[in-house]
């Protein structure tokens, strides 16, 4: 699923970042306490208070953009440069500590402080950006130490490991939000649904009922006007009992959609669950559907009866729509098509094959005819 957050949305990994920014502040004051304890073994102590002081300028710059609310606000590119600059802070140690302090247990300049950067990272960009980070700034601290021993791999471990869980529960609770706010949108929809429903049993479908009852008793024009006003009724009672079709912008349910198709001529089959698809997957296939049964409705003849048949099958969805027409005659579609009628073969055909996907046509002298149109649920095209 995508993950969108509006310009004033809390990101739902708010205490993450927050709990990055504490470390910092923490780690930066240990920091201090090193260049405290150990000013007079180091080659330049100035240079020591300098980088110091970087750190301290640079530990509030990052305070201030992880401390926003929304995500827009803690730029991709800033994580990036908060990893080259304390890098670069950490690589000055060469210079500061002497060889003795290089190759033994003492901390470099930076100390622990570079473990806000992982953790920065995995919190932005997910698991694989904080791994990487903390891969870069083991290296970084390998050359620092210029050597590779237990220690520099364990710090190496450590880092990599803590982007790993930092990223791994920010994408989590960033999921689990979306989730949330799908249910609860869903829901409000379903009370507003329902709310509408009791109102329009009350009034609208009465009435319609009424009439189809009504104009049935007269016969005549009158019966005509109650078959309408039945599948009017019909239609409506699908749109008020039908749960909502939009989950988000990027995704509608097909189940849903196709459900209001439903007409006294027209039955629709489909799975008890949503069969959620890309919004765009899904109007494609409905105007393919509504392509195929106003052919029903033109050429089958007024008694003709269509049904639609949704089946989920994990990675493509295949929808049939079948009718009890007479068929199509042998030639017809490529004569009409020649003729410059292309329903068929660019608003059916063609959108299948854009999504695609696969349609295929049985049919016969009096035995109707039925359209299966299979796509994935990517709606990608398939590589061949």
């Known amino acids: 699923m995508s993950r969108r957050f509006g310009p004033t949305a809390v990101e739902p990994a708010t205490p993450l970042w927050w709990g ?58 800033f994580v990036v440069l908060d990893l080259v600059i304390t890098c670069g802070l950490m690589l000055t140690s060469p210079w500061i500590l002497d060889s003795a302090q290089l190759h033994s247990l003492d901390p470099l300049i930076t100390t622990v402080w570079v473990a806000g950067v992982p953790i920065a990272a995995g919190t932005r960009f997910g698991g694989i950006g904080g791994v990487a980070a903390g891969a870069v700034v083991g290296a970084a601290t390998a050359v620092a130490r210029q050597a590779f021993t237990l220690d520099v791999a364990r710090d190496g471990v450590l880092l990599i490991v803590s982007g790993l869980l930092i990223g791994m529960s920010a994408t989590t609770a960033r999921k689990s939000a979306a989730a949330l706010a799908r249910a609860w949108r869903k829901e409000s929809a379903n ?37 309408l006003a039945g599948e009017q009724e019909i239609a409506l009672r699908a749109l008020v009992t039908t749960e909502p079709t939009g989950i988000d912008d ?28 890309p919004a765009a997957v899904t109007e494609a296939l409905i105007a393919v559907v509504r392509e195929a049964l106003s052919n029903v409705d033109k050429h089958a003849g007024p008694a003709a009866r269509a049904w639609v048949l949704l089946e989920d099958l994990g990675a493509d969805v295949v929808i049939t729509v079948r009718d009890d027409g007479p068929g199509i005659p042998e030639g017809r579609l490529e004569t009409a098509e020649t003729q410059g009628h292309l329903g068929v073969a660019r608003s059916m055909r063609g959108r299948v094959a854009e999504l695609g996907g696969t349609i295929s046509l049985d049919t016969g002298p009096d035995r109707g005819t039925e359209w299966e149109i299979r796509v994935p649920k990517t709606g990608s095209r398939r590589r061949r």
């Not at 649904?193 to 189809?212: F, G, K, T, W, Y």
């Not at 509608?252 to 069969?275: F, I, Y």
């Open 250 to 277: 990027d995704v509608r349910d097909l189940r849903g959609a196709l459900q209001l198709l439903a007409s006294s001529k027209v039955q629709v089959a489909a799975p008890a669950g949503d069969v959620l698809l």
């Open 20 to 77: 990055g920014i504490g470390l910092r502040i923490l780690t930066w004051l240990f920091a201090l306490g090193a260049v405290i304890v150990h000013e007079e073994d180091y080659q330049r102590p100035a240079l020591a208070w300098i980088v110091l002081g970087g750190m301290a300028v640079w530990t509030v710059l990052t305070s201030l953009v992880y401390s926003r609310e929304a995500l827009r606000w803690r730029w991709s590119w």
């Open 191 to 227: 009370a507003e649904r329902e709310r509408l429903a009791r109102s329009i049993h009350d009034s609208v479908l009465q009435v319609l009922a009424r009439v189809r009852r009504r104009g049935a008793e007269l016969g005549g024009e009158a019966a005509e006007l109650a078959e």
